[in-house]
């Protein structure tokens, strides 16, 4: 099906069309096109990556709507998804602004409250739509990776890079040791954002203008959503949180903090399996992004912190 059939499907005319590209294709993840249309709107297309269901898209715009009816513009889908070929395709509501391209202090300290106030508008959904199909906790990482075919991933990166493999499968032994150490499993869960960066959160003169992407949404941690934000390389950010969610009446628990350097290890791992899986089904992986996470989770398994770099 082509865009502009695509479009019409949701009774749409467009007068323009634009791809928005974002680093390097990613012939798993989604894809995404800025439509300017004959009423005069701007709305988003939405090609959902590969293996996202129905039921998974309906998840994330069960979010989508509680997250707007709270107050925070976010990508409002316009209507149920229809297809094309193996995936699905969504139109959404448009999300002014730009993100930062480098954080300070002050700009990393607003990122963590801002998560905190989202977290806590988010905390009555969890038992009306608990786990999102198909999803676990990010604690949960052995099940998580049998969903990616680790064990293939990794048997094939060793084939190619055995330098890399072998650090792998011993960082990923420690992260799980590490996970159950600190009784990660009885840590109460919520739903969370899942990919709270600063290329998500969106500015306009210095003004929060939105939040995009809430692709990962699911059940899980706090502390997940808090190593996928990236936390442990940004203390502001922390004590953001920490200081917000007090202010909130839902202050960090001691339990939760422990867990962050095993999901922080989870979150390099997680990284790599979905490069590892892009590899399996489509012959697809970014060998220096691997490389990148696997020298991460040796640094952090070894006891040192990772350095500051790339932010994935």
Not at 260 to 271: H, N, R, V, Y
Request: overall charge positive; glycine content about 10%; charged content about 25%.
């Amino acid at each position: 099906m082509g865009l502009r059939s695509t479009l019409a499907a949701f009774g749409i005319e467009p007068t323009r069309v634009r791809r928005v590209t974002v680093g390097r294709p990613a012939p798993l993840g989604n894809e995404n096109w800025h439509v300017w249309t004959r009423a005069g709107e701007r709305v988003v297309l939405r090609r959902h990556g590969y293996g996202r269901t129905a039921e998974e898209i309906e998840y994330e715009t069960r979010v989508l709507h509680h997250a707007a009816a709270a107050g925070w513009r976010v990508p409002v889908p316009l209507g149920a998804p229809v297809t094309d070929g193996d995936r699905f395709v969504s139109v959404c509501t448009y999300v002014p602004g730009t993100s930062h391209r480098i954080e300070n202090a002050a700009q990393l300290r607003e990122r963590g409250a801002l998560l905190a106030c989202l977290h806590h508008d988010l905390r009555p959904l969890a038992p009306r739509i608990g786990q999102r199909p198909g999803w676990h906790p990010m604690h949960d990482l052995e099940t998580s990776l049998q969903a990616l075919r680790w064990e293939d991933g990794v048997a094939v990166l060793g084939q190619q890079r055995p330098d890399l493999a072998r650090p792998l499968r011993a960082g990923t032994e420690f992260v799980e040791r590490q996970l159950d150490a600190v009784s990660a499993r009885a840590l109460p869960v919520s739903v969370i954002h899942g990919d709270f960066t600063r290329w998500n959160v969106r500015f306009r003169g210095g003004r929060l203008t939105g939040v995009l992407d809430f692709d990962l949404t699911h059940l899980d941690t706090r502390a997940a959503d808090l190593a996928m934000a990236r936390a442990a390389r940004s203390p502001e950010l922390l004590d953001a949180y920490r200081a917000e969610s007090a202010r909130l009446g839902w202050p960090l628990d001691p339990d939760e903090e422990r867990v962050l350097p095993g999901l922080d290890g989870a979150l390099m791992i997680g990284i790599v399996a979905w490069e590892l899986y892009g590899q399996l089904v489509a012959g697809v992986m970014d060998i220096e992004l691997v490389e990148r996470q696997v020298r991460k989770l040796r640094t952090a398994t070894l006891g040192g912190a990772p350095r500051k770099g790339k932010d994935r």
